[in-house]
């Protein structure tokens, strides 16, 4: 008789499992741990004698995971097996377990304060990482030799078990403070934790403290009206306690368990506390720690009663009061901003957690988008940097057409961003060749349908130049001059600057500066339509003719209210409402005539809240297929471009 613990994990990424199958190892049990894309389980003789102690000490040892669902259990006269994922080592950027972590926290361990603690199975790993396949003489820590006790660990520790990335304070990475004044270098226990206690020290007091981390450079300040001004309009609020985010932050349980993941991704969250939305609105971008530096400098903070502070992702060039640095080289990822509503999850945009990315066969063809490429390697295709890779081979490359890299190719096939993401959600379901329609929506606004061959626009959005755009706008019906004189003498400076902008410019961040929104971008105008209390909006105008969206008509409607005097967070809450309302029809349109019932949707601009509810208003008894474990963004292109 077996006894089997499922545990529901909707990912191909496998440091659970491995993170699993080490303590087993370190507890000598006899299980085996198998995983697919959607459950981990794990198989043991029921009368295993080890068993109880061992399930017990798992919850101690798993940490808390953005795609772990519901757990059971079973007992089977039959041994189960899976259809189990093919392995390929590849480099995580992820937090630190709860084995790393506690180690960086016993003062008799060799990594106490350690800031590059991590193991097979957590920490950020690509950072360090220069090209496949990945072991150490391929990384940037190939010069540093692990000491005797590391190498000890390389064999005897089933957590660092051949670890290529091993290290500790007597052999791995020293870190330096700089001021104007002087130097102050961490390479000892004391070293380092004097080193994370005087930068809490300064940001409490005032102090801007640029660190480069394993995520990029930050710059890291108390959190104040004052300093939020000064410093960035793009700050992102670290707390420092898991106990006081409900303090601060009004949160579903699915945010915050998603905070406190090993992913640690970024998430919108409405703000609770007077103090903080006196700093930062109804709501804010919130972060909790990730990598070993960042978690031993909120430590720090939060042993001089500070909760939270703010930091700005930047470069090293950016201004501050100290510098905390190191001298190995990485290359940070772009950080992962995650979107929850109910029970629907997914990454916003993002290469960290979701890249590099392993599937499970490998494609006769190379994909190239994004600055990602998708590479057959051995019998899986791997996901990842394009730098990454040394040598590509192949006889067919799909690149997107606004990619700027020569391949080499003679003949290489180019491809639409919004073909490859729609492509990319299909695959996803296991839907590729079979017909469906599709919205795709970032910055422009298309209606897709794929015939099981090609996915083709047949709803296109209509041409937009920022340039000349007042003189598109009086020229839409009688009147419209008329609209373009009055906003002109109401708002001279906007008009003034919107009048010379150049025609990159996207229409989000037009209508932003059109409100006046401090943060000019989509990012702005959905904090601002989250300030929004009132049960409905008002109709924006998104399409004229031919149910085409005007994007001339829609910013004629946005300086008409504007003038009337209407505020900008009911402004910005109905643009959302009524491009649900757009959408919700055309797509009702289209699932009517093509007799289909499923629908896929690509792109940003979904991930907000308003539009996001008035969809599933329209279409929720449709089958709405959103990305499961890829971005809604532009990085999921590189998966579909694997299908053209």
């Known amino acids: 008789m077996y006894f089997v613990f499922q545990l529901e994990f ?12 080490a303590y087993a190892k370190r507890e000598k049990i006899e299980v085996d741990v198998l995983q697919n894309g959607e459950q981990i389980a794990i198989v043991a003789q029921k009368d295993n004698e080890k068993l109880e102690q061992f399930l017990l000490g798992l919850e101690e040892i798993l940490p808390a995971s953005i795609y772990l669902g519901q757990s059971r259990h079973q007992f089977m006269a039959e041994k189960p097996s899976l259809d189990t994922i093919p392995s390929y080592s590849t480099p995580h950027n992820i937090a630190l377990c709860p084995t790393c972590q506690k ?79 002087s130097e102050r270098y961490a390479n000892d226990k004391g070293s380092y934790k004097k080193l994370f206690e005087v930068s809490a020290k300064a940001i409490s007091k005032g102090k801007t403290v640029l660190v480069k981390t394993l995520n990029g450079y930050r710059k890291f300040f108390k959190a104040s009206f004052g300093a939020k001004a000064s410093d960035s309009n793009y700050s992102i609020l670290l707390m420092t306690s898991a106990n006081s ?5 009004m949160m579903v349980t699915q945010e915050f368990n998603s905070l406190l993941s090993i992913e640690r991704p970024i998430l919108r969250v409405s703000t609770k506390s007077d103090e903080l939305k006196e700093i930062y609105g109804s709501s804010t971008l919130v972060k909790y720690p990730d990598d070993g530096i960042t ?17 700005i992702e930047c470069d090293e060039k950016e201004e501050a009061d100290f510098l905390v640095d190191f001298d190995i080289p990485i290359t940070p990822q772009k950080d992962a901003k995650l979107f929850i509503n109910q029970d629907t999850k997914f990454f916003i945009n993002a290469q960290r957690v979701v890249f590099p990315l392993v599937l499970g066969k490998r494609f006769d063809v190379v994909s190239i988008a994004n600055n990602l490429s998708a590479v057959g390697v051995e019998d899986v295709t791997v996901i990842d940097d394009m730098d990454r890779f ?10 997107l057409e606004e990619e700027d890299y020569d391949s080499g190719h003679s003949s290489p096939k180019l491809f639409k961003n919004y073909q490859g993401s729609m492509l990319s959600v299909l695959s996803e379901y296991n839907k590729v060749g079979q017909k469906s329609v599709g919205v795709h929506f970032d910055t422009s606004l298309y209606f897709l349908y794929y015939n099981g061959k090609e996915v083709i626009s047949i709803v296109p959005p209509n041409p937009f130049e920022a340039d000349n755009m007042f003189e598109h706008i009086s020229k839409l019906r009688e009147g419209s001059d008329r609209l373009v004189l009055n906003y002109q003498k109401h708002f001279p400076d906007i008009y003034e600057r919107l009048n010379n902008l150049s025609g990159d410019s996207d229409i989000f961040t037009i209508t932003a500066i059109m409100l006046g929104l401090k943060d000019e971008s989509f990012e702005g105008i959905s904090a601002k339509a989250l300030e929004f209390m009132g049960k409905g909006g008002i109709q924006i105008d998104t399409h004229v003719k031919d149910n085409r969206f005007d994007n001339y008509a829609f910013l004629a409607s946005i300086m008409s209210y504007k003038i009337a005097g209407v505020e900008a967070s009911l402004i910005c809450y109905s643009i959302f409402e009524s491009f649900g309302d757009y959408i919700g029809e ?59």
Do not use: W
């Open 103 to 181: 180690e960086m926290f016993d003062i008799s361990s060799l990594r106490y304060y350690y800031p590059f603690t991590s193991c097979n199975s957590c920490g950020g790993q690509h950072p360090f990482l220069e090209h496949y396949p990945f072991k150490r003489e391929n990384t940037t820590m190939n010069f540093l030799q692990p000491c005797q006790n590391c190498q000890k660990e390389i064999k005897n520790n089933p957590f660092r078990e051949d670890y290529p990335l091993i290290s500790c304070l007597e052999c791995g990475i020293s870190m330096k403070m700089v001021d104007k004044k």
């Open 10 to 21: 909707n990912s191909t990424k496998t440091y659970i499992s491995s993170l699993i199958k």
């Open 390 to 399: 040394e040598e590509i081979k192949t006889k067919r490359v799909n690149i």
């Open 295 to 311: 978690i031993l400098l909120a430590k720090e903070l939060l042993n001089l009663g500070l909760e939270y502070i703010s930091y």
């Open 586 to 644: 055309i797509g009702t349109q289209l699932l009517s005539k093509t007799k289909l019932n499923s629908i896929t949707f690509t792109g940003e601009t979904f991930a907000n809240q308003a539009l996001f509810a008035r969809i599933q208003r329209h279409l929720g008894m449709r089958k709405l297929l959103f990305p499961q474990n890829l971005p809604i963004g532009k990085e999921s292109a590189v998966v579909g471009g694997l299908f053209i």
């Open 245 to 249: 985010l409900n303090t601060h932050l």
